[in-house]
């Protein structure tokens, strides 16, 4: 019983009556974590290859957000986002193997609607916006067979929009520091333009992080 009562407290503390007062205050902050690209099918224009691809890799993100308005946010980030190895077989030609890495700049809005009824301590949040998306995939190593030449690298990168929604939270540890944590999906799709053999790389990063405030509240 004490146990739970002790706990309740900890709760109600957490809790501001008044509510959090965000207007004009900005940050920015750095969030790592990992990425999932959800196709795993090649782009049909290389059906005659044996193309493999990891879908999970290191998901990296620079973020800044400037209240407006004590609920909304502008959210500006940069992320890295690494599909990991890709590897390409090419019967009676050859093999490659190489990495593909994603680029999106995203420009969105981000809703506390808590903002009011819960402390800065503790803010949840939902948010969604639109991308600008460089993707490049690069080549590795490989080889062609008859004659035998040996490749040494080579890239290819094309440029798409696209679109990202997520939620997550951010909390306030103290006047200059603060923690965030987010799960967001980007779509990003190149149409006819194929990174590593998929055209389509859309999926879910999940990501935990550090801000510091910028500017504080005008009084």
């Known amino acids: 019983m004490k146990t739970l009562t002790t706990l309740i407290v900890i709760l109600l503390a957490a809790v501001n009556l008044s509510g959090a007062d965000l ?92 903002a009011s009824q819960l402390s800065d301590h503790y803010q949840p949040w939902i948010a969604g916006g639109g991308s600008l998306i460089i993707g490049r995939g690069v080549i590795e190593g490989g080889s062609i067979f008859d004659p035998y030449i040996y490749i040494d690298r080579d890239s290819e990168s094309a440029t798409t929009f696209g679109w990202w929604i997520g939620a997550g939270f951010d909390t306030f540890v103290s006047t200059t520091i603060g923690l965030s944590g987010s799960v967001k999906y980007h779509k990003m799709d190149f149409n006819d333009e194929a990174i590593g053999g998929y055209v389509d790389h859309s999926g879910y990063q999940i990501a935990f992080g550090i801000a510091y405030i910028l500017r504080k509240k005008d009084k």
């Open 23 to 114: 207007n004009g205050i900005s940050y920015a902050g750095i969030k790592i974590g990992v990425g999932h690209t959800s196709q795993d099918t090649p782009d049909e224009q290389y059906i005659d290859y044996s193309i493999s691809s990891s879908q999970n890799g290191l998901h990296t993100e620079i973020f800044f957000n400037w209240h407006f308005l004590n609920e909304v946010a502008l959210d500006v980030g940069l992320s890295v986002i690494n599909r990991g190895e890709f590897r390409w077989q090419v019967e009676g030609a050859g093999n490659f193997f190489g990495s593909i890495n994603l680029y999106p700049l995203d420009a969105g809005v981000k809703i506390k609607p808590l």
